[in-house]
């Protein structure tokens, strides 16, 4: 069992950056996927961006251009470069690992708290 970490959550000013970050006790290089996910109060979670162990990325449309995700594998971390925050980023974001598709690896962070004020 793997455990997630993340940081670099708080409060900021819209138009401001975060970096958050995703610490693995483990390896992350056998993750075929590592992404993040946000929670608003009241709604669903959603996905807001994946890399894959080959490095490729993919994002939620309200967020490119102003996040970039990235991983470094020597350190066991995943990070979330947030920029260009809105009002509307706020919520809880998580950190998730993915396995292979046949296998049941899908592992959680606790969760961080971004807030954005406008």
């Known amino acids: 069992q793997v455990q997630l970490v993340e940081s670099g959550g708080g409060l900021v000013q819209a138009g401001g950056s975060l970096r958050l970050s995703c610490a693995a006790s483990?390896?992350?290089?056998?993750?075929?996927?590592m992404g993040w996910y946000r929670q608003a109060p009241g709604k669903q979670r959603e996905l807001v961006a994946v890399i894959t162990s080959g490095g490729s990325t993919n994002y939620a449309d309200s967020v490119k251009g102003r996040f970039t995700i990235s991983r470094d594998n020597a350190k066991n971390t995943v990070y979330l470069q947030m920029n260009s925050l809105k009002p509307e980023d706020t919520a809880v974001y998580y950190c998730?690992?993915?396995?292979?598709?046949?296998?049941?690896?899908?592992?959680w962070g606790q969760g961080t708290q971004v807030t954005v004020s406008s």
């Open positions: 998730n690992a993915k396995g292979a598709p046949w296998s049941t690896i899908d592992y």
């Open positions: 483990g390896s992350i290089f056998s993750f075929n996927k």
